[in-house]
């Protein structure tokens, strides 16, 4: 059974700072993608990487995908309330055919303080 | 923008009673994937299809059964409900198609509350 841990679980800091969300696993991915989930809504597809290495940024937000495929993070750079939410990492399998299901993440719920 | 709505966003049912989600898409994704959501359990797979009349169970299949009769349309039916399965419901979609990474991604309805009473 291939798990994902994050961490922290909890984070609440004040806008404005900096923070990392961490993503990790014994096992090798596929795809790594990362969800944000507002109360009362379903998770929202924020990115996918998919090389061992491979960084993306989406504004305020770098996702880094291990070299190995096993882990990943989340730095959100200058945070704003905008910001909070569950973050969701989620796991592709390998091999990866299309039609198989993710490994999601236990989740980090991030809370900005104004 | 591929788009996923469930046909409850609250649902209040009583025990014992059945109870149908329905879950639509409108991008002609292959799969269509069953979650529920509970504070501290994180997401949790119920059942997921690949193909019309094709259907896997998840994690936590008891007490649930699904349906897909048509390629847009995933119905999860709980057959007597229970105050266990007092939560968050979520449909998910996904491509599929031919492989490749790009086609995991999957993308989440609105999300149906429901108590059993």
């Known amino acids: 059974t291939q798990l994902l841990e994050q961490s922290p679980q909890f984070l609440s800091i004040q806008e404005g700072e900096n923070l990392t969300v961490y993503c990790n696993s014994s096992s090798v991915f596929s795809s790594l993608q990362w969800y944000r989930q507002e109360p009362g809504e379903g998770p929202v597809l924020l990115v996918t990487?998919?090389?061992?290495?491979e960084v993306k940024k989406l504004k305020r937000l770098t996702f880094q995908f291990g070299d190995a495929r096993k882990d990943s993070s989340l730095h959100i750079t200058a945070a704003q309330p905008g910001d909070t939410g569950l973050y969701l990492c989620?796991?592709?399998?390998?091999?990866?055919?299309?039609?198989?299901?993710?490994?999601f993440g236990t989740g980090t719920r991030l809370t900005i303080i104004p | 923008d591929v788009k996923v709505t469930q046909s409850s966003r609250y649902l209040v049912k009583r025990t014992g009673e059945k109870v149908f989600l329905e879950c639509v898409q409108d991008m002609d994704h292959e799969n269509m994937f069953w979650y529920r959501q509970d504070p501290g359990l994180g997401l949790r797979l119920i059942y997921f299809?690949?193909?019309?009349?094709?259907?896997e169970k998840g994690d936590i299949p008891e007490g649930y059964s699904v349906s897909r009769e048509k390629k847009e349309r995933f119905s999860l039916i709980l057959e007597s409900a229970s105050t266990n399965q007092t939560s968050m419901y979520l449909c998910a979609s996904s491509s599929g198609r031919g492989g490749g990474v790009s086609y995991n991604e999957q993308f989440f309805g609105p999300g149906t509350r429901l108590t059993v009473l």
């Open positions: 989620a796991g592709g399998p390998v091999p990866n055919f299309g039609n198989e299901k993710l490994t």
């Open positions: 299809s690949y193909d019309v009349k094709m259907k």
């Open positions: 990487v998919v090389t061992g290495g």
